[in-house]
């Protein structure tokens, strides 16, 4: 693994598949009465929020608190940011308090990339989402929510999505959850094809390591998993499509289209959902659909990206039961999975 995580596409096939399987380490953390691991106590993590956020920032923050990490949490609305300070200034003055890991989401792509070659600040980088470029924590959690589900919990540690079918459906443009599913899912072999009206494509899209295709119900019986994207209002300058309900009619998921699906097929969505728009309520409130457990796997993922950062050659999981292992002890061994249930 590099010192920080900034891109989908700087992670190797094995180091996808560690972060998964460490993930599923801390997951049974979670079925503790307390959740909570030493594993980063005596660390300093900061929140870094320059955009909007409710899932991303509340799972970094359980994900850190779960590891014991000291937490400060940093919005740019009510900071100085607001006055007019520069990312450097901030990212100094966050290096003057000796933060450890500093995990950013900003309006800019590339200003993760910035604060983690500076030079201005020592700290480990994680991108919790800049601008539309990437999002790699997210690809994870959605990787590791169709590991379980298309593979299996325990089938599924050391495996990765060779031959799996994922389809990403909407607005592709504006999406650093697209563009980063994209780069993880080749990466860890599954075929990836992309459903957009060509207005929401970006330029150079056939170079991407997947296909394209412009008819959705030509696709979904061919898909394990369909990733419904939001249509990011926000981010747009212009009209890319004639109306909200013409959108819904043609790039929507309704019952009648999932039912298209296979049946082991699932319904993913990486929130916030736009119902009636990309995705109906009767399709977002199936047992089809991951998004509830998507927000949770993402927590353990979180948490396998801080260890696996921050957290050196420690076991992630320190067995609980005194009588074998005493507290405190930090045997040199990863924790079996199978002891801990
Ligand atoms: C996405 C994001 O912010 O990029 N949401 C998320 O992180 N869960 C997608 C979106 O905003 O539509």
Known sequence: MQRHLISAADLTRDDAVLVLDTAEEMSRVADR???????????????????????????????????????????AKGSSVSKGE???????????????????RHHASGAP???????????AVINAG???????????????TMRRRLVGRDAGLGQDLTGRRITIVGDVLHSRVARSNVDLLH???????????????????????????YDLDGVLPKSDAVMMLRVQRER???AFFPTEREYARRYGLNGDRMAKMPEHAVVMHPGPMVRGMEITAEVADSDRCTVVEQ????????????YLLLGGNEPAAPHTRPASHPAGETAAHTPDAAEEK
């Not at 800049?130 to 590791?144: E, S, V």
């Not at 927000?295 to 801080?306: D, E, K, P």
Request: proline share 5%; with cysteine.
């Open 33 to 75: 009465p307390i959740k909570k691991l030493p594993t980063l106590r005596g660390r300093t993590v900061v929140n870094l929020f320059f955009e909007d956020s409710t899932r991303t920032r509340i799972s970094f923050e359980a994900a850190e608190k779960r590891l014991s990490a000291d937490v400060i949490n940093f919005t």
């Open 295 to 306: 927000v949770s796997n993402g927590v353990s993922i979180r948490m396998a990206v801080l």
């Open 86 to 104: 520069s990312l450097k200034d901030t990212a100094q003055t966050l290096e003057a308090m000796g933060v450890d890991a500093v995990v950013i």
């Open 187 to 213: 990466t860890l072999g599954a075929d990836v094809v992309l459903v957009a009206p060509p207005t929401l494509l970006p330029v150079g899209v056939g170079s991407w390591p997947c296909e394209v295709a």
């Open 236 to 238: 747009m300058n212009a």
């Open 113 to 123: 990339y910035r604060l983690a070659n500076s030079g201005w600040i020592d700290a």
């Open 130 to 144: 800049d601008g539309t470029h990437q999002h790699p924590t997210q690809a994870l959690l959605d990787a590791f």
